[in-house]
């Protein structure tokens, strides 16, 4: 029986830019015909793992990190074991070879999403096998020594690399491929990884996370500003800079789903560190907010509406259709609990006709009793009766 784990959260936003597209402007989507304010899943993602990590809501250990620079992270920890760094830093790229990893220069060519643990277990394998490749790799030989002017000098270098990588051991190959497991990152189990050369070690996503939209629709604002210069001659008037910065105002729902089982299996089966994974990414994912202009801004407002929802069958439904319509505050109604009250409205609707089903408990501060399934009144509750459901669903105790 499947098991999946869904959120919906209404969050007001104050005048701000936190995430924004390659002009500076806030990001924006049309939706229902009508311009909505936009935040993208990959910085709303970014924005839990870092939360995880800064409030040390899980081991360390158990968080990936996302790098062109895993050779010196290896490098880095076969030298703490007594390894030359230098020497380490020309043996680790040709053994990560095997695993179809290429590397120039000491960098990948796009960003890997490894787990700690991932990076420790190599270098164990490594240190293991070092004075086979100590003797294998040609010594002084970086990467871009294939790169030489002289054409005899470029031809020799890529034969020499050539033949390194061909003699590196298989079984150290094998040791490292079975290495890239994940290692037991609930990061990367939530939100996958694909390495192009190595389809092996690729993880399917077990969360998906939607591009969160303004239930309003927003104009487009600027804020012209100057800056003095505190050295300047008395005398001398005038800016010593200026510039606008664009914001707006939002009301955004944000949508995403877990599927329990597939996380589980991404962790090697682990049951309660996903569990775990799911407590603490469940508060990372109210609590945590992209961190684009914060400084100018300060657009710290917490979620107003935060409902969870665990189901164990049929597929995953978003309500965002409950805003094709753009809603509009009142004078008795603010935006976001006439927002609430569209959202669970359209939950209704959709229940009645497809009989979506499964555990719900809404923490609802909007004052529109407009709560889905069980109203709790905190988001330790709110997590504890998620959490709590979830073993339900899976038969855990």
């Not at 190959?173 to 994940?182: E, Q, V």
């Not at 969160?212 to 001398?236: G, M």
């Amino acid at each position: 029986m499947k098991s999946m784990i869904e959120f919906h959260i209404l969050q007001n936003f104050a005048p701000s830019n936190i995430n924004r597209d390659d002009t500076g402007s806030p990001k924006e989507a049309v939706f229902g015909t009508h311009v909505r304010g936009r935040i993208s899943s990959q910085s709303m993602k970014r924005a839990f793992r870092n939360y995880v990590k800064e409030q040390e809501l899980l081991d360390d250990s158990s968080m990936g990190v996302r790098t062109k620079l895993a050779v010196e992270a290896i490098a880095s920890t076969l030298s703490s074991r007594g390894r030359s760094h230098e020497r380490a830093c020309e043996v680790v790229p040709f053994a990560l070879a095997g695993a179809k990893l290429g590397f120039k220069d000491g960098k990948s060519q796009y960003l890997l999403f490894l787990g700690k643990s991932e990076l420790a277990n190599i270098a164990t394998a490594i240190d293991e096998y070092w004075d086979e490749l100590d003797g294998l790799v040609p010594r002084g030989m970086s990467e871009s020594d294939s790169e030489a002017d002289d054409k005899g000098a470029k031809k020799t270098a890529k034969s020499k690399k050539t033949d390194a990588k061909a003699a590196v051991p298989a079984d150290l190959s094998k040791r490292i491929t079975s290495a890239l497991d994940g290692g037991k990152a609930v990061d990367i189990g939530l939100f996958g990884r694909m390495i192009a050369d190595s389809h092996d070690v690729t993880r399917d996503a077990s969360c998906q996370i939607a591009h969160a939209i303004s239930t309003n629709r927003i104009e487009r604002e600027f804020d012209f500003f100057t800056a003095v210069d505190d050295l300047q001659p008395k005398d001398n008037s005038g800016a010593g800079m200026l510039g606008t910065v664009e914001f707006n105002s939002s009301c955004y729902y944000r949508y995403g789903v877990i599927d329990v089982r597939q996380l589980i299996e991404n962790l090697g089966g682990d049951v309660e560190l996903a569990i775990a994974g799911i407590a603490a990414f469940l508060r990372a994912i109210v609590d945590a907010k992209p961190s684009g202009k914060q400084n100018s801004f300060a657009a710290h407002q917490a979620p107003e509406y935060v409902c969870f929802a665990v189901r164990s069958s049929g597929v995953p439904v978003s309500l965002a259709n409950a805003f094709e319509a753009p809603i509009r505050p009142s004078e008795n109604a603010s935006l976001t609990s006439k927002s609430a009250l569209a959202l669970a409205s359209h939950y209704k609707k959709l229940d009645s006709a497809y009989g979506i089903g499964g555990s719900y408990a809404t923490m609802d501060l909007t004052g529109s009793g407009a709560s889905i399934g069980t109203a709790v009144e905190s988001l330790n509750e709110l997590i504890a009766v998620t959490v709590a459901s979830v073993r339900s669903s899976i038969g855990a105790q």
